[in-house]
């Protein structure tokens, strides 16, 4: 395979990961950069030429965030061989500022210009010829989303190409003080061979803080370039010219891209409204908006619960508690298999794992919902509807992106909320995403809805996710008045056009995300499957021993009591809350071997003789609310390095779990609903 690299950078909604998705086809290596919790896409060119390295979507090299440094800290420590801008044709003033910065840069580099329908229903042509002679590099007119101009791109990206194509050598005039101060940087910098020294000098006098701390390693350098620093800057202000070098350079640049932007860029006909203008005067609405927001989650829900996955989860479930079951256990009779292993395999990992299986159309259903929201371009808009909202609970739109993460799976969702700027505020959003409901919880759900709520699963469901909204947003004003008295929060968000999404990217996305589900189940929820079963058949008294007589019964038994008041204060749900802290599947996989149930009919009837349906709805709450899973508990651990800040996520969640367990039990039977 090759070692030659290429570089993938772009401002966020340019249409970035619909060209490596049509130049690659396929990731070859999905991870995290180093040091943070980025995800690192790595792809191989379709001609298997290079590597494709997808940066996480930035406007400049200036990082508002600590995630945002990657591409920096790539660019410094591991310089690709070459590198793909990404530019939004409809957006191109905007877009050439972070193109300037990468042909600072020096490497071999290409222009991807994307998007050009939407720049021509815009009435905006752009002449890339003329683009491409003041830039000095290739520009490609391109459809990512069609495959439009890719062929050709392709072609280009070879190392051989890419290697006949000379390193940029793009030069800005910034004025004599900040050239007089460039010159000096790069002679008191180290020589590092593949770092292009004017770079980094004007990346310093940008005041870009990644540049700075990779500077100031070098100590004997710090005190020069420092005083270098200020009396430029103080030169400047003397001269009228800025109040400060970033705000400079800014100007050198804006003026040179607005002049090649008036050379390249005309208007064939005045600007309309377009229809993502008329879609966006009902969704963004401010009366409109969030009950447009709550309808669409109900529509989730009918399609996910009622229409298509409830029907498709039947299936599956006939086919696992029935062919599968009579397959092996026919193969384990050919065998001669013993007793043992006969109820280990079937009462233990087939129940237990097939338990939670039958829900995987039902998730895959709805991380397609999720994933055609988010690539149409809606989702975008639900933050800025949500913002009035969570800005008087003290956070602000952005810290609901990390909470819709959160309806997929709470480790992505703390992951996500390192894109916030302000400490305290990404610490109360890490400690609320855990509230959000979870694709793991939606197997409870689905389970206790089918049984006591058959003709209203879709609403029954949307109200426990909305419980969660309700808490979180009640309980980040709490905490946003405790922790977070001094911090001020800002909300930037671009809104992209509308779109209809691919399918080829819907079901990829959609397959990233629920495979995830599928491989716990082949892990995770596996071995807890045993483990269970094992605690089931064994006791005090020996193997083989009685349901009632079992350690699972006992370790249940020792929590019971506590949850009488709740309604459900059975050994059966205290053992499956507490199985459910290693993951929330494991509460079905748990219920499925403690009621010895080989399929989902026979368990729904057990479960419909220990619950009410008040209960059962008490039962989904505390699900929902209580400590969140191991996995989830230690990323918090890793996001807020401290011991007492997870302690507090589990003990809150907890007390506030029972609270309203108790309140919704309570209530109900206020109500008549015993």
Known sequence: MSTWSTALVGNPNTGKTSLFNSLT?????????????????????????????????????????????????????????????????????????????????????????????????????????????????????????????????????????????????????????????????????????????????????????????????????????TRLYEETE????????????????????????????????????????????????????????????????????????????????????????????????????????????????????????????????????????????????????????????????????????????????????IMAARTIEQPRERLVTTLLVPFMSCSARLSVYALFAGVFFKQHQALVVLSLYLLGIVLTLILAKVFSKSFMKEEQTVFVVELPPYRMPQWRTLFRSTWEKGKGFIRKAGTFILGGSVLIWLLSYAGPTGMGVEMNESYLAKLGGLLAPLFVPLGFGTWQAGAALVTGFMAKEIVVSTMNIIYHAPDAAMLEAQIAHAFTPLTAYAFCAFVLLYVPCLATVGIIRREVASWKWTLFAMGYALVVAYLVALFIRLGGMLLGFA
């Open 234 to 413: 103080q030169q400047l202000q003397s001269a009228g010219t800025a109040l400060h070098l970033p705000q400079h350079i800014r100007a050198v640049r804006t003026t040179y891209i607005r002049q090649i932007v008036a050379e390249s860029l005309f208007h064939a006909a005045p600007a309309k409204p377009t229809l993502t203008d008329r879609i966006d005067d009902i969704v963004t609405n401010r009366w409109l908006g969030i009950p447009f927001f709550i309808a669409v989650m109900y529509l989730m829900f009918k399609v996910t619960f009622e229409w298509i996955g409830s029907p498709l989860s039947d299936l599956l479930d006939g086919f696992l508690g029935g062919t599968f079951t009579d397959w092996t256990s026919s193969l384990l009779d050919l065998v001669g298999a013993s007793t043992f292993t006969h109820a280990l395999i079937q009462e233990g990992i087939i129940a237990g794992v097939g338990g939670v299986l039958v829900f995987v159309p039902q998730i895959f259903i709805l991380f397609l919902f999720i994933s055609f929201v988010e690539d149409s371009g809606y989702m975008a808009r639900v933050t800025v509807v949500m913002d009035r909202l969570m800005e008087a609970v003290g956070l602000n739109g952005k810290a609901f992106i990390p909470f819709v993460i959160g309806f997929g799976c709470s480790v992505p969702g």
């Open 25 to 225: 086809r396929s990731y070859e290596y999905v991870g995290n950069w180093t040091g943070v919790t980025v995800e690192k896409k790595v792809g191989l060119l379709r001609n298997r030429s290079s590597q494709l390295i997808d940066l996480p979507g930035i406007y400049s090299l200036q990082p508002m965030s600590r995630d945002e440094g990657v591409a920096v800290h790539y660019l410094l420590h591991d310089r690709p061989n070459a590198m793909l801008n990404v530019v939004d044709a409809s957006q191109l003033e905007r877009n050439l500022f972070l193109t300037i910065q990468l042909l600072e840069y020096g490497a071999p580099m290409l222009i991807a210009l994307n998007m050009n329908d939407v720049a021509e229903g815009r009435g905006i042509c752009i002449k890339s010829e003329l683009l491409e002679a003041r830039l000095g590099i290739p520009v490609y007119k391109i459809n990512a989303r069609r495959d439009q101009g890719i062929p050709n791109l392709l072609n280009d990206l070879t190392p051989d190409c890419m290697i006949a194509k000379k390193p940029s050598t793009f030069r800005l005039d910034y004025g004599q003080p900040v050239e007089t101060a460039i010159q000096s940087l790069e002679a008191l910098l180290p020589n590092i061979e593949h770092i292009p020294s004017r770079w980094i000098a004007l990346q310093y006098l940008e005041n870009n803080k990644t540049i700075h701390e990779w500077v100031h390693q070098y100590a004997d350098i710090e005190p020069a370039i």
